[in-house]
């Protein structure tokens, strides 16, 4: 009897055991595959970033070619699709800078103004030129937060165009 008593007891702790390693397995190669949605097309090698509009009225020198320059980056570093020349790239993602607006965020004692936020907006369209195909087509808009100063309001434009752009790559090379 006590045997089995022993073999019933042992019986529960390599069960539990085995249990505990298949869940540390799962966790471990779960965090081995990620999962970003659909991949972009076959037929799809290359895209054209052409030089985005702006129209927000904003007047900051230098806007257009800095949000070009961090799409062209973000698409580089994420090797699903190469930068190519608007004539011969297989998609193209056109953008306008439609508004960008500098608002309070954070009102403190006796009305002061102790936060503003900055949020840019962007109207982009993703467009498949193989299949002369608009695949997306929408608006994009996120924020940054600053306290005072010039230079901390251009942090925090730097950090919105940054955030936009990522949401651009996003519905890019996921919204298949």
Request: hydrophobic fraction near 40%; include cysteine.
């Amino acid at each position: 009897m006590k045997n089995s008593k022993y073999q019933k007891t042992n019986y529960k702790h390599q069960k539990n055991l085995l249990l505990l390693l298949f869940g540390i397995c799962v966790l471990v190669f779960a965090g081995c595959y990620s999962f970003t949605g659909a991949s972009v097309p076959a037929h799809l090698k290359t895209v054209a970033i052409p030089l985005l509009e702006d129209v927000s009225g904003f007047g900051e020198a230098g806007l257009r070619e800095k949000f070009t320059h961090k799409l062209i980056e973000l698409f580089r570093n994420d090797n699903n699709l190469e930068i190519g020349e608007r004539l011969t790239a297989d998609s193209i993602i056109e953008g306008t800078i439609s508004t960008i607006i500098d608002a309070p965020s954070v009102i403190g004692g006796n009305n002061i103004i102790t936060t503003r936020r900055v949020t840019v907006t962007v109207h982009a369209s993703y467009t498949d030129m193989k299949l002369r195909k608009k695949v997306w087509e929408r608006d994009f808009s996120n924020w940054g937060e600053y306290t005072q100063g010039q230079q901390t309001r251009d942090v925090a434009l730097n950090e919105a165009v940054n955030k936009v752009s990522e949401d651009i790559l996003l519905e890019t090379v996921s919204g298949w």
